[in-house]
């Protein structure tokens, strides 16, 4: 299923009731399964992602808080960023009395496509704070460059 | 500029809410919020008349490219709890660590769970 993205609703004064509402739909929008969803396991979710361009890089950030990088798969396929792992519960989750339980766990997957011309050599992936940077560089010939204009009077 | 004063008011920021999980033991109450993207230093957790508030601050990508699929907003995270007359406010732990914020809560002494002898009669 293509994955449209979702422009954010965009207001500045949002309150509280209305961030909650805002949550819920794009909750709604980034969980693949609605129905049959078992409330006492983990569901799969999406990681919010933003894709940036400037002349030399693609940057790819993806919203992956309490991940261990080393259970992150960072993978060039054909032309997408694919990233998959998995968001395991901090270990006292099973004894302990849960009141709420809001924050998603679980396997996650997105499939980014990426624009032509990025340089399945030039890759950097990090983790800091809860987001996952990778950045890929543009191979030469894409980079823009400045054409100098030769006059013949 | 408005008047001649400076108008050196800023936009006002987005306030995002973060999810949490919550969560009881014998001895304290456990809040794990989600708050990617906010350094140390720009997370405040404050309590004020039995009311506790997170507030974490998103900054903006440094990237200065073109942007062209956002789906991270940004803003400040800010979330509010009404703390129980049970809970020792002087001593809450916070621990952010992978954006991922853990408040600890220490029951005050009714509330723990206390063996009770039985005397033998």
């Known amino acids: 299923m293509q994955l449209v993205p979702r422009k954010p609703f965009g207001e500045r004064a949002v309150r509280t009731l209305r961030g909650e509402v805002d949550r819920l739909f794009e909750d709604f929008f980034r969980m693949p399964s609605l129905f049959g969803s078992n409330l006492e396991e983990d569901r799969p979710f999406m990681p919010a992602v933003d894709v940036c361009e400037t002349d030399t890089d693609v940057v790819v950030e993806a919203e992956l808080p309490g991940v261990d990088p080393a259970q992150v798969e960072v993978n060039l396929d054909g032309g997408s960023l694919v990233l998959r792992g998995e968001r395991k519960h901090e270990e006292e989750k099973k004894t302990k009395n849960a009141h709420r339980v809001e924050r998603f766990f679980g396997q996650f997957e997105r499939r980014i496509g990426l624009p032509e011309g990025v340089n399945p050599e030039d890759v950097e992936a990090t983790y800091k704070e809860g987001v996952l940077t990778v950045r890929i560089g543009k191979r030469e010939e894409v980079k823009p460059r400045s054409i100098p204009v030769k006059v013949t009077r | ?121």
């Open chain 2, 1 to 121: 500029m408005i008047n001649g004063r400076e108008a050196e008011k800023s936009p006002e920021r987005l306030e995002l809410v973060p999810p949490v999980d919550i969560y009881d033991t014998d001895e304290a109450v456990v809040v794990l919020a989600d708050l990617p993207g906010v350094a140390a230093g720009n997370l405040s957790v404050n309590v004020d008349r039995g009311s506790l508030t997170i507030r974490g601050r998103r900054e903006e990508a440094s990237e200065p490219g073109q942007r062209y699929f956002q789906e991270f907003r940004v803003g400040d995270y800010v979330r509010a709890f009404s703390l129980g007359e049970d809970v020792d406010a002087s001593n809450i732990e916070a621990e952010l660590r992978d954006g991922v914020l853990r408040l600890t809560l220490p029951k005050g002494p009714e509330r723990k769970v206390r063996k009770i002898q039985v005397k033998a009669g």
